[in-house]
């Protein structure tokens, strides 16, 4: 098991910046890719952004592509999200997830992908 948590979201005017962190513990010792996923209200779940286990490839969804930021620290078993530029729309409460994975360069953009969730964060932009 793999327990997630996330941290760092909060209420931010329209150009600021935030950086959710996620901390993983438990089967730590395992490969994992990583994935952040966000749901506004009303909302499906929706892909921001994915990182494979060595950090190597990212992906990111096109209306975050250039202001959002994933990358990870494995020493720490914490993967971030360095969100610039933020706008009313990126609203919305926060998820990392994480699927164990033998491979160091794949990453998955589906949620139902992924095995283990952490309970979110929320992110409120301000106009």
């Known amino acids: 098991q793999v327990q997630l948590v996330e941290s760092g979201g909060g209420l931010v005017q329209a150009g600021g910046s935030l950086r959710l962190s996620c901390a993983a513990s438990g089967r730590t010792f395992s490969r994992y890719a990583s994935g952040w996923f966000r749901q506004a209200p009303g909302k499906e779940r929706e892909f921001v952004a994915a990182?494979?286990?060595?950090?190597?490839?990212?992906n990111y969804a096109d209306s975050v592509k250039g202001r959002f930021t994933i990358s990870r620290d494995n020493a720490k078993n914490t993967v971030y999200l360095q969100m610039n530029s933020l706008k009313p729309e990126d609203s919305a409460v926060y998820y990392c997830?994480?699927?164990?994975?033998?491979?160091?360069?794949?990453?998955?953009?589906?949620?139902?992908?992924?095995?283990?969730w952490g309970q979110g964060t929320q992110v409120t932009v301000s106009s």
């Open positions: 997830a994480a699927k164990v994975e033998s491979s160091n360069t794949y990453y998955y953009t589906f949620y139902y992908e992924y095995e283990y």
């Open positions: 990182i494979s286990w060595t950090g190597s490839n990212t």
